[in-house]
Antibody, heavy 121, light 106 residues
């Protein structure tokens, strides 16, 4: 079954870091690029960054440069997103999403179920 | 960066009505535009890619078109199951979402 399964909810203090995982199955992991998208409560979708498993290139949205790191583990077919120096307005659902076509920047045809990250003192 | 302006922010229509949502790019983006449907508590679902291509398994009442820098999502006959928020998305070397349109049944 082609799917992305994300790690569970997190509660963090302001200033801390969080790492969210996204495990892929049912397709050739190394052929694709993956993005991270977040959605604050009641708000729209915000693209955070993209990582290509096939050539290692990353592209981070300007709003997150210096705070986000994306990595992959080809042995476990897992993508990771670490967000540092958390603030209360980082409270959101974080999604991973896969490019529709292999080895090509594209729209997202496969999404994880979302991970709720709550930042609160 | 290219900005996407989506309108309206919300609409209410009757079952069977034709519904149109628009996304305007601040400059030309070729056809690298997608449309997504998101229901409450769920991940977004891809409906249309490359401006006018219907994703596999998506009902044919959904369609997309492009005219200049304006992109349109049309639901030809609104169904109760179409109640959701719809987003456009630019994709090129980076990705940008529109602000979203909440569709309700009148």
């Amino acid at each position: 079954q082609v799917q992305l399964v994300q790690s569970g909810p997190e509660v963090k203090r302001p200033g801390a870091s969080v790492r969210v995982s996204c495990k892929a199955s049912g397709h050739t992991f190394t052929n694709y690029g993956f993005s991270w998208v977040r959605q604050a409560p009641g708000q729209g979708l915000e693209w955070m960054g993209w990582i290509s498993v096939y050539n290692g290139i990353t592209n981070v949205a300007q709003n997150f440069q210096g705070r986000v790191t994306m990595t992959t583990d080809t042995f476990t077919s897992t993508v990771y997103m670490e967000l540092r120096r958390l603030k209360s307005d980082d409270t959101a659902v974080y999604y991973c999403a896969r490019d529709r076509l292999p080895r090509k920047l594209d729209a997202f045809d496969l999404w994880g179920q979302g991970t709720m990250v709550t930042v609160s003192s | 960066d290219i900005q996407m302006t989506q309108s309206p922010s919300a609409l209410s229509a009757s079952v069977g009505d034709s519904v149109t949502i628009t996304c305007r790019a601040s400059e030309s983006i070729s056809t690298w535009l997608a449309w997504y449907q998101q229901k409450p508590g769920k991940a977004p679902k891809l409906l249309i890619y490359k401006a006018s291509n219907l994703e596999s398994g998506v009902p044919s009442r959904f369609s997309g078109s492009k005219s200049g820098t304006e992109f349109t999502l049309t639901i030809s006959s609104l169904q109760a199951d179409d109640v959701a928020t719809y987003y456009c998305q630019l994709y090129d070397s980076y990705w940008t979402f529109g602000q979203g349109t909440k569709v309700e049944i009148k």
